[in-house]
């Protein structure tokens, strides 16, 4: 057997032995390194290096994620943080991997405070993403930047952590998208839906408005953006 499904096997093991996803690189090799000797026949001097490499290789390929203290975690599903003592950082790495899980029950007094610090976690992710800036105009204060959801929180409690559902928006365009005076079309061109109001200032926030942000890793997925514009009432052609 090759060392990298060794490794993934030995990972797997681990996993299934103490119920958990999260692997701490120094019970790993107490555990499984023998394990990893047999199964790939190794005879060389420096067993520990080389699952350090594949490790590594594994990381590279998305399989495992790295968090703090020498820790890492199996991503083949997602993870309720609850469930888990996790540092704020490793938060913000689940959030940015697409593996931060949002229970059924976040309203629930005893969640109340995991539930802030995914949030949290979520901001920071997504304004990660943008880079700090709003996704259609110029506005870098922290303090006027906000994570919209595209499908609402209550409407989809799946998507809510998920980046391709959450937008980095200035407050001003945020409430006008959650009002539904604009939509963004597949393309991502801003399209405006509503003009029934007279106003000079809603007219400027438009005029300021510029072409969607190209420096994103993770864009809006189309699937949201098609249920935001029929929940607005744009009819698709």
């Known amino acids: 057997m090759n060392w990298t499904d060794a490794t993934l096997n030995a990972i797997k093991r681990y996993t299934e032995k103490q119920n958990t996803l999260l692997i701490p690189r120094s019970e790993l090799i107490a555990e499984e390194i023998q394990n990893i000797i047999s199964d790939t026949a190794t005879t060389g001097k420096t067993p520990e290096s080389s699952l350090n490499y594949y490790l590594q290789r594994l990381r590279d390929s998305g399989q495992i994620l790295f968090l703090e203290r020498g820790r890492y975690l199996l991503v083949e599903t997602s993870l309720n943080p ?3 003592d996790l540092s704020d950082e ?3 790495s689940l959030a940015e991997a697409g593996k931060l899980l949002f229970s059924a029950e976040e309203s629930a007094a005893a969640t109340v405070l995991q539930t802030r610090r ?5 901001r920071k992710a997504v304004l ?5 800036q709003c996704a259609i105009c110029d506005v870098r204060s922290p303090d006027l930047l906000v994570t919209s959801h595209i499908d609402r929180w209550a409407d989809n409690p799946d998507a809510r952590a998920d980046l391709s559902n959450v937008l980095c928006l200035c407050i001003f365009h ?6 539904g005076y604009f939509c963004f079309s597949d393309q991502l ?5 509503r003009r029934d109001a007279d106003s000079k200032m809603i007219d400027a926030v ?3 408005s510029i072409p969607f942000r ?7 997925d189309q699937r949201f953006l098609r249920r935001h514009r029929e929940r607005i009432g744009i009819k698709e052609d």
Do not use: G, W
């Not at 995914?118 to 979520?122: E, F, G, I, V």
């Not at 945020?174 to 009002?179: Q, Y």
């Not at 190209?214 to 809006?220: A, C, G, H, K, Q």
């Open 174 to 179: 945020d409430k006008l998208f959650e009002a």
């Open 90 to 92: 490793e938060l913000v």
């Open 82 to 84: 609850d469930d888990y």
């Open 128 to 132: 990660n993403n943008y880079r700090e």
């Open 118 to 122: 995914k949030m949290q976690a979520l």
């Open 214 to 220: 190209s420096d994103i890793t993770i864009r809006p």
């Open 206 to 208: 438009f005029a300021s």
């Open 189 to 193: 061109a801003v399209v405006r839906s």
